[in-house]
């Protein structure tokens, strides 16, 4: 018997698999695992996806913590590579990624697998994510999707008493702490991996609302989260892969009555971003980004072919889920990318 999604029986429903991407994590990624200790609900696997790490951070890990499998990839892949092939050796139904910087509270996976066992008709679940250095404030729940391309965490900044506090849809989890079906993610072939990181779960998210998945936010399932702590929050590292794979998810995921409808607003909200960011003293990083963006559309425009194919819900649908004005620009670029 399958259920509503279309992925098996319920008796493989309830199993999951927690992945984790360390590169040179440090300190943080046994804080991580002492976390995923202490949770309620305990995983049936747990995988450490390493990326070349040279700090000792993924040694003994099996000695320490019983049950954890470790991946050593040969050199840094990138995220959304590691993920893949974590996510390639997942025995499980659902598969909860999770940061080495993201600190889960004790109920995270037990509120996660209880949301999508009481919510048949979502597939990707986004967990309540807290600044670890100042728990009062939101660093976000769910990640919204602009018409003008852009993404951004929800709610980042505000405090936490006043917002996210129900279950509701939003457009895509923070692949910090998300949860999907293991099936759908490599159906849909995963994390892009030309994306290197950043935007590669807006545009994973994005591909498989096509495809008719949706997203539903669980304020129970809360993380504390560093935020790039490794790759440095507004550095030029993260500057140049948001803003070149923004593009690409754009071009790539848009349906195309909404491409020619919001293309104006792209183009200006790429424009802005080439005089702010200049004028902040970073125009090396983002014109880089822009010109190596338009140098990779002919790759893109292919792969939206196959993209575009496997759509299942109509345009307006997409429509209804995304977040429009187009004055948020500024707001948006002083924020950290999805």
Known sequence: MTDGRGYGTRATESTVT????????GELLRRCLDGLSRQTRRPE??????????DGSADGLADNYPGVEVLRLQGNLGFAAANN????????????????????EPGWIEALMRAAEENGEFSLFASRLLLADDPRRLDGTG???????????????RLARDRGVIREEVFSPCAAAALYPVEAFRDHGGFDESYFCYFED?????????AGHRCLYVPDAVVRHVGSALT??????????????????????MPTPLLLLYLPQHV?????????????????????????????????LR????????RKVGWRDIRRVLTRGVFSYSRRFREEPP
């Open 18 to 25: 927690v992945v984790i991407v360390n590169w040179n994590s």
């Open 45 to 54: 696997q747990v995988i450490v996806a390493d990326n070349g790490s040279n």
């Open 85 to 104: 092939r974590a996510v390639a050796q997942a025995a499980t139904r659902w598969v909860a990624l999770l940061n080495p910087d993201a600190l889960p």
């Open 143 to 157: 990640d919204v999707y602009y018409t003008n391309g852009l993404a951004a965490r929800r709610d980042h900044g």
């Open 202 to 210: 807006v545009d994973l998210a994005f591909r498989l609302r096509l």
């Open 232 to 253: 440095g929050f507004r550095s030029e590292f993260t500057l140049y892969h948001g803003h070149r794979n923004l593009v690409w998810t754009f071009f790539k995921d």
């Open 268 to 300: 200006l909200m790429n424009l802005f971003a080439l005089a702010y960011f200049t004028w902040g003293g970073r125009g090396a990083a983002i014109a880089r980004a822009k010109w190596d963006a338009v140098r990779g559309l002919p790759r893109v």
């Open 303 to 310: 792969h939206r072919g196959d993209v575009q194919a496997r």
